[in-house]
């Protein structure tokens, strides 16, 4: 049982004034906030005496048996003395904190990419170390104040994902679009002398930071294992809209080829020496190739699994594993149609064969092209909803049928990326259309079972169960 003892603050003289601290949007029921009535619109000021400016703040105060809160409403504070177990916290969810803005100009920016007119989220640059640790977002680490980057070593923020693309100064500069050599090795050392976890990241730009400046990249952050646990190597987008920006080379099927050969050949010398392949590539070098992508051995527990890395494997191995699940059902025949972007055609082809050996099952593949973003953008995460309509209008979709779609098609808002609401698109194509899970075999069940939510859970473009998207990387 939480012990709480709150009073009100006489005055405003009687506490340190601050102008941090995070506002409350939700009070969960039976939490401690509930408990001690707190409110929507309350401000979280201090815990123990520290400011809070930010989750992060929040959850590292929290972190104490015994917390002393101080808590605003309008014009009144008030102090509560909690005795609580260590892991609890107050039971509220915040609003959304201001996002650090990026300071670099990427020669391969998805943003700058974008086409004019979309809703104002899809253009904000972020490079916030914060999202890092709390959501694994990849960052530069080039505009972190000295305090900011203090904090990531006194807090533990750990661990931390690394936007590196070239361990050579001058070379990072060209890549990250500065004036200056920009070096990263010095400040993953310091990181990692004071323990901190880290993941890297290569956004591969042909004839820049392939071939041997690669290798020097993956040997020097190989160098610093375990602290750098892996590295992810993902290709380039480039949309059609690139007016007045650097002239850059996507990844072909022979570049994509040689980086398979490359990173094959150093994740065998790194597993004799660190015990570990460390460096992966992004599933999509294998879709360009037509060749499989590694089995689930050769990822060392998919550590980068989020940023779409052995997710066709993870996705493929699951519906080996539960398609018997769909085979030992009796129903009426059903239709479905699989939606994905040119890149995941080849092994939904496999699966969907496989489901057509079940008797109540009828499926299909429909591929979408990108006219959106242009057609050298083949993942499914970044497909228009009208794009997807107009794919599905060709196939000539029956009423019958039952279209499944990779569930970060849509935002949490359930908007396409060109704000498309759901209901428009079956409206739209006329039939019956559901978002999908990361379990193909779940995703039918609950067709089936007529148990599916119209929006997806994902966010937006970011990834997807089929292919990852790493445009929008820093």
């Known amino acids: 049982m939480d012990v709480i003892r709150g009073a009100q603050v006489e005055g405003r003289r009687s506490v340190e004034h601050v102008d941090t601290g995070l506002q409350i949007r939700l009070v969960h029921p039976d939490g401690i906030g ?47 003395e909690i005795e609580k177990d260590i892991e609890d916290d107050l039971g509220v969810d915040f609003e959304d904190m201001p996002i650090l803005k990026c300071d670099n ?36 680490l080039t505009n972190l104040s000295e305090d900011e980057f203090q904090r990531i070593i006194d807090q533990k923020l750990s661990p931390m994902y690394i936007s590196v693309h070239a361990t050579d100064p001058k070379l990072r500069a060209e890549l990250l679009g500065r004036r200056r050599a920009t070096p990263v090795l010095d400040r993953i050392d310091i990181l990692a002398k004071h323990g901190i976890q880290m993941h890297a990241q290569v956004v591969l730009c ?48 022979a570049d994509a080829a040689t980086a398979i050969r490359q990173v094959t050949a150093w994740q065998g010398m790194l597993k004799k020496r660190l015990g570990t392949r460390f460096v992966y590539l992004g599933d999509e070098m294998y ?137 428009d698109l079956e409206q739209q194509v006329g039939c019956r259309i559901i978002v999908g899970t990361y379990d193909l075999v779940e995703t039918i069940q609950n067709a089936v079972d007529d148990v599916s939510a119209s929006v997806g859970a994902g966010s937006e473009i970011v990834s997807h169960p089929y292919i990852s998207s790493h445009q929008m990387e820093n």
């Open 34 to 80: 509930d408990a001690i009535g707190l409110q929507r619109g309350d401000v979280v000021e201090t815990i123990n005496g520290h400011p809070v400016c930010d989750p992060i703040d929040y959850r590292f105060y929290m972190g104490e048996e015994d917390v002393s809160a101080l808590v605003r409403r309008g014009e009144d504070r008030f102090l509560f």
């Open 105 to 140: 100009k990427c020669v391969f920016c998805f943003l700058h990419q974008m086409p004019k007119g979309l809703r104002k989220t899809l253009y904000y640059q972020d490079d916030d170390y914060r999202l890092s640790f709390l959501h694994g977002a990849y960052v530069t």
């Open 206 to 253: 042909p004839g820049i930071n392939d071939g041997r400046a690669l290798k020097q990249t993956v040997f020097d952050l190989a160098a610093r294992h375990p602290r750098v646990e892996s590295l992810g190597v993902v290709p380039l987008g480039l949309t059609k809209f690139r007016k007045n920006l650097p002239s850059l080379n996507r990844v072909t099927q």
């Open 287 to 423: 879709l360009l190739t037509d060749q499989s992508v590694p089995p689930q051995s050769e990822y060392d527990g998919f550590p980068l699994v989020e940023n779409g890395i052995g997710m066709v494997r993870r996705f493929v191995d699951g519906f080996e594993n539960r398609i018997e699940d769909l085979e030992n059902l009796a129903l009426p025949l059903q239709r479905f149609v699989l939606v994905t972007g040119m890149l995941g055609t080849h092994f939904l082809d496999a699966m969907v064969k496989r489901l057509n050996q079940i008797s109540w099952i009828n499926a299909r593949v429909v591929p979408v092209v990108n006219r959106f973003l242009g057609e050298g953008i083949t993942v499914s995460g970044l497909l228009s909803g009208n794009d997807i309509g107009r794919a599905l209008i060709d196939a000539r979709i029956r009423s019958d049928e039952t279209v499944l779609l990779p569930p970060n098609c849509l935002n949490h808002n359930g908007l396409f990326l060109d704000d498309l609401l759901l209901d």
